[in-house]
């Protein structure tokens, strides 16, 4: 079992940054692929970015891509969500996720932090 706990969520004008960490526990964090996704009220989650198990490949969403970086430190367990240039569409709950290199779907999920961004 891997636990998940995410923190840094809050509320931010339009253009302000936020940096998002997810701390894992449990079994090997460097075993896991890591994933940020997002769900906005009344909206289907969706998937923003992923990164791989040693931190060197990183897919993004075209909707953050270019404003928004993932990075993890594998040493002390945690995956950071960098969030610059935030826009009121990136409103929303943002979950951590978290696979087995052998797996497709995400088998552990956050709780999920609240962010908002103001006009």
């Known amino acids: 079992q891997v636990q998940l706990v995410e923190s840094g969520g809050g509320l931010v004008q339009a253009g302000g940054s936020l940096r998002l960490s997810c701390a894992a526990s449990g079994r090997t964090f460097s075993s896991y692929d890591m994933s940020w996704f997002r769900q906005a009220s009344g909206k289907e989650r969706e998937f923003v970015v992923a990164?791989?198990?040693?931190?060197?490949?990183?897919n993004y969403a075209d909707s953050v891509k270019g404003r928004f970086t993932i990075s993890r430190d594998n040493a002390n367990n945690t995956v950071y969500l960098q969030m610059n240039s935030l826009k009121l569409e990136d409103t929303a709950v943002y979950y951590c996720?978290?696979?087995?290199?052998?797996?497709?779907?995400?088998?552990?999920w956050g709780q999920g932090t609240q962010v908002t961004v103001s006009s």
């Open positions: 996720a978290a696979r087995a290199r052998t797996k497709i779907n995400y088998e552990y």
């Open positions: 990164i791989n198990w040693s931190g060197g490949i990183a």
